[in-house]
């Protein structure tokens, strides 16, 4: 077996064990990067000389015997985290030579655990999309083919999409992501890998860039539900400097992974079953029930009448908020600026140039709908529609213990497809948006192929703070699942 | 609601976004597919509904007021599109 084709939890073995040096793991990591990012774009800055530094250091601390639990693990880290000293963009012209004189949270959590990064990956400028074509530094293509067009090139969503890439062609071992309405999930459906979106609170977002404060998560991504859980240990926690960060204790994430589902009862909401859901969608969903109640599970029909209202509620609060938060983008203080004479003139011209087209939609959408006269008509009502949002979420929590979903309406769907209407792109988020808005953990994990073969992945939705009751249920699937199929373009065949 | 051609421009001056009159009309069609389609929300009850403002996990917490952070001025600054010294610039704002 290659080296890029271990787990995470492997890869500790292994490199306890020294049948492998960390300076072989993460140089056989940046030599797949060198030959596929090309192509695949999933990276926007990578640091090939820091991570290998990082490896012979990994390599001493190994010899000593005093490893940490991701010592000589190369990652990926979404270009939304600040790193200390390294150019963080959010792939957005606004940001493009901004060098961050601090580290981000959840980032110097993964360094002190030994992790060590490869690079930053592309996504959608700020965030902001579900097909990582938003990007100032160009699209990410997905390293899935659709059987028989090797020439059609799939998006990879979004907006964790350079995340989702890199991992599925095993250019690094996992990823960080973050979720604001799916960004996590969807990308790691339509990419075949495992993402969990932590209750909201669960990991700090001190030091990345904020798109919606009340959404915004930061979650790993992985080719494993495990490697999912050894990397969440690592990133989540409480921290002072995040005024909403929860101060509750972190539980052993992968023993959750590992256990016994008998009397777990499985939630299926209704109103996911939408009309005109694909056939391979439903049967995958259908499949994900049969095997978790063979696992044991009680499965229980609930309702979520709101749900229906999560996506339109959403695209007002998160442009409401990204319009606030991007209000920092002055030309003045860090960040781009295009001279004018007035510095009202220099405001709109460097937010003109500095940001693309669906970033600046969803700014001056957020600015009408928080602007005097509107507020209550649409902020104010999506505001209490999302409580009723969130009060579904409780109601069903009361009867069961996780929700089982698919996690998007459509595997990967190929570059230039669904693009000429926002809303069309919109509605790729429609089943992972309900549990951002009510602050809950809910995972992907793959199920399936489509009759195409892309790969499907189905969504756990768990209480707030309870991952483990998600990972548990989402490890099962992945195990009857057995989901073995990799995609065209990757570290072993590249 | 529909969005007529003087209130894009004007949401884009509130929200310091210089648009050219070439993006305007796509702009404005594109705002109001939006604004059409989260139209639906109107049809929900939300007579005696408390706005969600955020999960509410967290209970805001006081600390000393004390310094906890600084001394960073030249980090402050390093990121400046056009520092002087060790102060931001802008164009002349007083005539």
């Known amino acids: ?111 002190r655990d ?92 001190w030091g990345t860039i904020a798109f919606a404060s009340s959404l915004d998560q930061a979650g790993p991504m992985a080719r494993t539900v495990e490697d999912c859980a050894i990397l969440l240990q690592s990133m989540a926690g409480f921290d002072l400097r995040d005024s909403t960060s929860v101060d509750c204790p ?12 008998k009397g777990m009862k499985v939630g299926i909401p209704a109103e996911y079953r939408v009309a005109g859901m694909p056939a391979e969608i439903e049967a995958a969903w259908n499949k994900g029930i049969a095997w978790l109640r063979d696992a044991g599970c009680e499965i229980v029909e609930v309702s979520l009448p709101y749900t229906k209202y999560g996506l339109a509620t959403y695209y007002i609060v998160a442009p409401a908020e990204c319009s606030s938060n991007l209000a920092r983008y002055d030309g003045v203080r860090f960040g781009r600026r295009v001279p004018a004479a007035s510095l009202d003139e220099q405001y709109e011209a460097t937010r003109r140039a500095g940001f693309g087209a669906e970033v600046r939609r969803r700014i001056m959408m957020g600015t ?41 309406p459509s595997p990967a769907f190929a570059q230039g497809e669904k693009m000429d209407d926002p809303v069309q792109m919109y509605l790729n988020d429609v089943f992972t948006v309900p549990a951002s808005m009510a602050g809950v953990p809910a995972m992907s994990v793959p199920a399936g192929l489509s009759a195409n073969g892309l790969p499907l992945g189905l969504q ?7 991952e483990e009751a998600v990972l548990a249920a989402a490890s099962a699937i992945e195990r009857a ?9 990757r570290a072993e065949v590249v | 609601m529909s969005l007529d051609p003087a209130t894009v421009r004007r949401i884009a001056r509130l929200a310091r976004i210089g648009i050219d009159e070439s993006d305007l009309h796509a702009l404005q069609g594109e705002l109001n597919g939006i604004l059409g389609w989260i139209e639906q929300l109107n049809e929900v009850d939300i007579d005696g509904v408390e706005p969600m403002v955020g999960t509410g996990h967290a209970a805001l917490r006081m600390r000393d007021d004390v310094v906890t952070d600084g001394d960073a001025r030249d980090a402050v600054l390093s990121n400046a599109p056009d520092a002087a010294g060790p102060f931001y610039t802008v164009p002349k704002v007083v005539e």
């Open chain 1, 1 to 111: 077996m290659m080296l890029t084709e271990l787990t995470i939890a492997a890869a500790q073995d292994g490199l306890r064990r020294r049948d492998f040096s960390a300076v072989e793991l993460v140089g056989a990591h940046i030599a797949a990067i060198e030959r596929l990012n090309g192509r695949l774009n999933a990276f926007i800055t990578v640091t090939a000389d820091q991570a290998m530094d990082a490896a012979r250091r990994a390599d001493d601390v190994l010899a000593k015997g005093e490893a940490a639990p991701l010592t000589g693990i190369p990652l990926g880290i979404k270009d939304l985290f600040c790193t200390d000293g390294v150019r963080t963009t959010a792939a957005s012209r606004m940001l493009e030579n901004f060098v961050p004189p601090y580290e981000s949270t959840v980032t110097a959590n993964l360094l």
């Open chain 1, 114 to 205: 030994g992790a060590v990064f490869a690079g930053k990956t592309n996504l959608d400028e700020f965030a902001m999309g579900s097909a990582n074509i938003n990007s100032a530094f160009g699209a990410v293509e997905n390293p899935w083919k659709r059987e028989g067009e090797a020439d059609t090139v799939l998006v990879p969503g979004g907006s964790s999409g350079g995340s989702a890439a890199a991992v599925a062609a095993s250019l690094v071992m996992g990823a960080t992501g973050t979720d604001t309405g799916g960004s996590i999930r969807q990308p790691a459906s339509y990419c075949g890998i495992a993402g969990i979106k932590p209750t909201y609170g669960r990991c700090s977002r």
């Open chain 1, 250 to 261: 972190v539980p052993d994430y992968r023993a959750a992974c590992g256990r016994d589902l």
């Open chain 1, 368 to 408: 009408y709908v928080l602007s005097a006269g509107y507020y209550d008509a649409y902020y104010l009502r999506a505001q209490k529609v999302r409580n009723l949002i969130r009060r579904d979420f409780e109601r069903a929590f009361q009867q069961v213990d996780v929700l089982l979903t698919p996690t998007a």
């Open chain 1, 460 to 466: 756990i939705i768990g209480r707030s703070f309870d």
């Open chain 1, 481 to 489: 699942a057995s989901f073995t199929h990799r995609p065209a373009l």
